[in-house]
């Protein structure tokens, strides 16, 4: 992996697969498709946001039909295209659309995020945590179409602070090259590990078992009993889910969007574009302003 920040960042390491989606950010009222000079858009003109919110029945029947209208899928060559000038690509796909306060300049993050497939749902997911001051590491799947991994290189390509890894895994869910994608140098011990990257992360963070790093932010009580603020996921037969189940986790509908909207995390595994793209839509498009940014209260003490 090539260097492209010079300056210190603070590591707080997110990992992201490509069907994660943040939770809390600005939205628009938004039912057909526009194409304009950059991504998409939506046109809500029959449904009401609020509604979806409540849980609205009649509300998520329009979604529902409303999804089995508009299934589109964006080739990667509409990326490639689109960064031979990154100039315009920024512009056109709006990256500047974000005020940057003096709290996150002074605590960049670097987020690493492990892709594989739907192009739009990775560069929809990067225009939405994307910040000038953070770093971002992409490992594509050696296994992606050579056009998927030829957009990836091409968006990089176009900000000086995200980047691809040089050298690429193909990972296999659960497994070691899970991890593998993340650090190529981690040593053998955590080879026969079910999903090590889990424990790798937890146990890097830990204040107590890993008392020489001094992990700013590190974790200090019972590892059994942490809460998580990254990353929220729904595990079959222990939450809900009005999705669907796939390989017992649950995949986020329109209709789970109330009780999303009620948790504390930052982001929500998982999404997937093609099943439900009005619902990823309302998530991540910053142009939707169909919530106001959302204000939790969260005790801090919680999570140290």
Known sequence: ???KFQHKVILILISICGTSIIFHHYQRNIVSVQQSQGRPKFILKDIKCSKILQGDAKELKKVHAWNLKHQYVIHPSFYINKTKFCHLFQEEMGYDSYPVTDDEKNFPIAFSLILHKDIEHFEKLLHTIYRPQNIYCLHVDQKSPQDYKDAIWKIADCFPNVFVASKLEAVFYASYSRLQADLNYL???MKDIYSPDEYFWATLHHSSLNPHLNVPGSYKGDPNLKKWLASYSA???????NGKWVRQICVFSAS???RLHRRYELFANK???TYDPL???LKLQPSN???????K?????SFL
């Open 1 to 3: 992996m090539h260097r």
């Open 279 to 281: 619902a990823v839509s």
């Open 271 to 273: 999404f997937h574009l």
């Open 297 to 301: 209260s969260v005790t801090v003490s």
């Open 256 to 258: 789970d969007l109330k």
């Open 235 to 241: 595990w079959q037969s222990v939450e809900p889910c």
């Open 187 to 189: 040593l053998n011990w």
């Open 289 to 295: 302003k169909c919530f106001k940014l959302a204000t």
